[in-house]
């Protein structure tokens, strides 16, 4: 079967529109007898100029419609188009890299719910015994990201991060003491915590030889 040809195109015999533009398999809608033989009506006409000019905007699908029809669904206000079956965003007939718009707009969204805010701050211990340190206000809104961990460095020195953790409210950073080892700061120590996006925390200890 021939494909469908829908060129604007003014050739000088008569076309054969059944095969030469539809391709063989006319599909009855009323524009494929426009206009009828005789004098074209006005109004139909008119009606064919404000269509082409409005790309067919209303409430209700197009029933003259071919493959690649555009149309302004006045439900949303978003452009679809025709793809021979049912009219679809045109986004999806939008082509970006080896995909479409609406890939790449769900690889973005992807991507971007991964971006979390990242902060650091530090200090020094005044006691020995800290197993808590208050997270500054300026910091907080990184430790709500629910993937987001806090990470010591104490003395300089990276703490296993299976040994931190924030407090209920995420406003502390809590010190542990479990099956993994124990940290705590004692007086004058110096501490960084960096708080972080950290998907996986592994908690099994890796042996390697």
């Given at each position: 079967m021939a494909l469908p040809d829908y060129r604007i195109r003014f050739p000088s015999n008569l076309m054969d529109f059944d095969e030469e533009v539809h391709g063989g398999s006319p599909d009855g809608q009323d524009i494929n007898n426009f206009p009828e033989p005789g004098q074209a009506r006005y109004d139909w006409m008119r009606m064919v100029v404000i269509g082409l000019l409005a790309n067919q905007s209303s409430i209700d699908e197009p029933t003259q419609r071919k493959i690649?029809?555009?149309w302004?669904?006045?439900n949303d206000r978003y452009f679809k188009y025709f793809d021979g079956t049912?009219?679809?965003?045109l986004a999806n007939a939008i082509k970006i890299g080896d995909g479409s718009l609406v890939k790449w707009s769900e690889l973005v969204d992807n991507t971007v719910g991964k971006v979390t805010e990242i902060s650091s701050f530090s200090g020094t211990a005044a006691v020995s015994g800290v197993v808590e340190i208050s997270i500054p206000s300026d910091c907080l809104n990184s430790a709500a990201y629910s993937n987001n961990h806090p990470v010591l460095y104490k003395n300089g020195l990276l703490t296993d991060p299976r040994l931190t953790s924030?407090?209920?409210?995420?406003d502390?950073?809590?010190l542990l003491d479990n099956e993994f080892g124990s940290v705590e700061l004692r007086k004058n120590d110096k501490y960084i915590i960096i708080?972080?996006?950290l998907d996986i925390v592994v908690p099994d200890t890796i042996v390697v030889s």
């Open positions: 690649g029809t555009l302004m669904d006045l049912e009219f679809k965003d924030f407090n209920t409210d995420r502390k950073v809590l708080i972080q996006r």
